[in-house]
């Protein structure tokens, strides 16, 4: 059975720092996708990596794929406070259902 | 201009009672799903059909039924509601075997069971 592991849980950062967010997921899949969610709100489409070694970067976000290792990562550059969301992974085991992981609350502050 | 919609966007009804959410998509996908989000946030498919065929059917109480009368149309009954029910529900949509085979989520149905 596919688990999807995001750590850390939450994530409380000052502006302007760096950080990163980790997926890691048991079985190995080349779908990998990171969805935004405000609070009350609908998933809001990052990213999608579909191959080993995929970078994709959008404004202050960067999310790569590693297949070998099966592990995903989102970077933050530079956190504003709009980027303060909960960020979820989820992997396809080419099946069209989508594995998601616990979540990563995002807090930015001043 | 709304791609993926649910209608309502809160339910809040009484154990026991029978409800429905509606969800209807315009992207001209193929497929379309059911998560859940309990409280905890964490989101689990619960169905998926693809051309008015069930394809994914977790393990979901049979209490829950969903029915696709048309391949942008998709909607879920629940029977004998529960308080575990109570949840957020949010339908979404794809076009299957085509890349980026990237779901599209709609606002949510916000379901609370007294």
């Known amino acids: 059975e596919l688990k999807v592991e995001q750590n850390p849980l939450f994530l409380s950062m000052q502006e302007g720092k760096n950080y990163t967010i980790y997926c890691n997921y048991s079985?190995?899949?080349?779908?990998l996708y990171w969805y935004r969610q405000d609070p009350g709100k609908s998933l809001e489409s990052l990213f999608v990596?579909?191959?080993?070694?995929a970078v994709k970067q959008e404004g202050r976000l960067m999310a790569s794929l590693d297949t070998k290792a099966r592990l995903s990562t989102l970077h933050i550059t530079a956190a504003v406070h709009d980027l303060s969301a909960t960020y979820f992974c989820?992997?396809?085991?080419?099946?069209?259902?989508?594995?998601f992981g616990t979540g990563t609350r995002l807090q930015v502050f001043p | 201009d709304t791609a993926v919609s649910q209608t309502p966007k809160y339910l809040v009804t009484q154990m026991g009672n029978d409800k429905s959410i509606k969800c209807e998509q315009n992207?001209?996908?193929?497929?379309m799903y059911w998560y859940k989000q309990d409280s905890k946030k964490f989101l689990k498919i619960m169905f998926s059909y693809n051309n008015k065929e069930l394809i994914i059917n977790e393990t979901v109480p049979n209490r829950f039924s969903p029915k696709s009368p048309d391949k942008a149309h998709l909607n879920l009954h629940i029977n004998s509601l529960e308080l575990g029910d109570s949840a957020v529900y949010f339908c979404?949509?794809?076009?299957?075997?085509?890349?980026?085979?990237?779901?599209?989520f709609g606002p949510g149905t916000r379901l609370t069971v007294t």
């Open positions: 979404a949509s794809s076009q299957r075997g085509l890349p980026p085979y990237e779901q599209y």
């Open positions: 989820a992997v396809d085991l080419n099946t069209d259902k989508l594995i």
């Open positions: 992207l001209g996908h193929d497929t």
């Open positions: 079985t190995t899949s080349d779908r």
């Open positions: 990596l579909l191959s080993n070694g």
